[in-house]
Nanobody, 121 residues
Framework: QVQLEESGGGLVQAGGSLRLSCAAS????????WGWFRQAPGKEREFVGG??????SYADSVKGRFTFSRDNAKNTVYLQMNSLKPEDTAVYYC????????????????WGQGTQVTVSS
């Protein structure tokens, strides 16, 4: 059974930082591309960015502020978020895909349950 478990969300003031983790089990971790999405109330799910074995992709809205990393020994991907803004407030999801496009949610096969990030002004 495949499981993706996010953690690390919370409440932070604008300008602060958070690091989200996504621990995966039940799949061949290194075979997948890993993406992060977010969804704010009343809005569609939005691509934040992602990483493969040797590639990364970032949404323009987070470039220079967010950084992805991975620990293959722990089957975990991370999203380091710096200089957070109130508009970054959303539920953040990690997801895994084998092929397709970075920014299409429908191309991702597995999803975590999401973790809430709230940035106060």
């Amino acid at each position: 059974q495949v499981q993706l478990e996010e953690s690390g969300g919370g409440l932070v003031q604008a300008g602060g930082s958070l690091r989200l983790s996504c621990a995966a089990s039940g799949l061949a971790f290194n075979s997948y591309y890993w993406g992060w999405f977010r969804q704010a109330p009343g809005k569609e799910r939005e691509f934040v960015g992602g990483m493969g074995w040797s590639s990364t992709s970032y949404a323009d809205s987070v470039k220079g502020r967010f950084t992805f990393s991975r620990d293959n020994a722990k089957n975990t991907v991370y999203l380091q978020m710096n200089s957070l803004k109130p508009e970054d407030t959303a539920v953040y999801y990690c997801a895994a895909r084998l092929g397709g496009n970075w920014n299409l949610p429908s191309d991702y096969r597995y999803w975590g349950q999401g973790t809430q990030v709230t940035v106060s002004s």
